[in-house]
């Protein structure tokens, strides 16, 4: 099973809200990422969490807040957005072997929309 | 800076040929490279990974790495509408597990 699962598919958001994106993978998977992907545009890594220890793409704004209750799960905070940070958000998973370089198994994304 | 290349695009082929995707990365310590195919809208979908020098073949897929060249290729054999996507190209080193996309090769199958 290489499912990774996303909640919502879809978010609506004002500038003033406060919302949250969800990730989950039941694959046993120690390394968690957060990419953001505008169209026709490769992923962009925002964040890494590696056996629950962070990583972070220095360019994303602190408006984004990962957090890792646990090694199956990934939440985004979003605060205080802009319209430009309207894009698809993809989790994906993988399994962070000592060697690394391995397979990252990507979720369906949420779809953000900030107005 | 570590790159992948790619080119956007859009690679057109009749339905039932041969699609060739090309991918060149600059970072000699990559160890590790994978294709992905993304249809508008979705999110990538890995279709094959590849390690070693040479061929490594898949149904109709045979991904190609070349190191002495710095040179990642997916051959699309017999290709089909439905085949017809953005293919993404990644590369990664022995150095933790972070990914370096190239921005994509545009693929149309046409019937």
């Known amino acids: 099973d290489t499912e990774v699962t996303q909640t919502p598919k879809h978010l609506v958001m004002g500038m003033t809200n406060k919302k949250s994106l969800k990730c989950e993978q039941h694959?046993?998977?120690?390394?968690m990422y957060w990419y953001k992907q505008k169209a026709k545009k490769p992923p962009e890594l925002m964040f890494v969490y590696s056996y629950e220890k962070l990583s972070i793409n220095e360019s994303v704004p602190s408006r984004f807040s990962p957090e890792c209750p646990n090694s199956s799960l990934l939440n985004l905070h979003l605060h205080a957005l802009q319209p430009e940070d309207s894009a698809l958000y993809l989790c994906?998973?993988?399994?962070?072997?000592?060697?690394?370089?391995?397979?990252?198994?990507f979720g369906p994304g949420t779809r953000l929309l900030v107005l | 800076q570590k790159e992948v290349e790619q080119n956007s695009g859009p690679l057109s082929v009749p339905e039932g040929a041969i699609a060739s995707l090309n991918c060149t990365y600059s970072d000699r310590g990559s160890q590790s490279f994978f294709w992905y195919r993304q249809y508008s809208g979705k999110s990538p979908e890995l279709i094959m990974f590849i390690y070693s020098n040479g061929d490594k073949e898949d149904g109709r897929f045979t991904a190609q790495l070349n190191k002495a060249s710095q040179y990642v290729s997916l051959l699309i054999r017999d290709s089909q509408p439905s085949d017809s996507a953005t293919y993404l190209c990644?590369?990664?080193?022995?150095?933790?597990?972070?990914?370096?996309f190239g921005g994509g090769t545009r693929l149309m199958v046409k019937p």
């Open positions: 990644a590369g990664a080193g022995w150095a933790g597990n972070m990914l370096t």
């Open positions: 994906a998973s993988s399994q962070a072997l000592a060697g690394g370089g391995e397979t990252q198994y």
């Open positions: 694959m046993g998977h120690r390394a």
